[in-house]
């Protein structure tokens, strides 16, 4: 009877988010060996409080001095525009974090290429060496950094590490 008052007192709230998960916030991944694994992307980011360290690092208001703030992103459809593209499919993606490497790899290899292959007889073409040149040094270094986040958040043995 006791339990049964526990039950039904309007006193009582029981947390949903301890008995059900997301759909979008868990994914189970099938490897090349046959294996499953789940990935919890969006419990990996809390355990990790990637969302408090954006805070502290004033990411929020440098994207909205930039012009993007929620309101913007909302007008603009951007969260269903990144779900129609699978963003969160390729966070959980076991083979994101090595394309992410690949691509931070040949851009470290493109930009030295490029000025080295590409003669600088015009001034255009010197421009033209120093733009490929800048675009390949930021791209390695977002392409490296975002393999490593992917990586550590699809990694359950790196909850014990602080990003």
Not at 67 to 82: C, D, N, P, Q, Y
Not at 111 to 133: H, N, R, S, T
Request: hydrophobic share 50%.
């Amino acid at each position: 009877m006791a339990a049964a008052a526990k039950a039904c007192s309007p006193l009582l709230i029981r947390s949903m988010a301890a008995q059900k998960s997301l759909p979008s916030a868990a994914k189970t991944v099938t490897s090349k060996k046959g294996t499953t694994s789940s990935v919890k992307l969006l419990t990996r980011v809390e355990q990790f409080h990637l969302l408090s360290k954006a805070e502290k690092a004033g990411l929020l208001s440098a994207a909205e001095k930039l012009g993007l703030s929620l309101s913007t992103i909302e007008r603009l459809g951007l969260l269903s525009k990144a779900e129609e593209l699978g963003v969160l499919s390729a966070a959980t993606d076991p083979g994101t974090p090595s394309a992410f490497l690949n691509l931070s790899l040949f851009l470290l290899v493109l930009g030295p290429a490029f000025v080295f292959l590409v003669p600088k007889d015009y001034p255009w073409e010197i421009g033209l060496q120093v733009v490929v040149a800048a675009i390949s040094i930021v791209g390695v270094s977002i392409a490296f950094a975002a393999s490593n986040l992917v990586s550590t958040l699809q990694n359950p043995e790196s909850m014990h590490r602080s990003i």
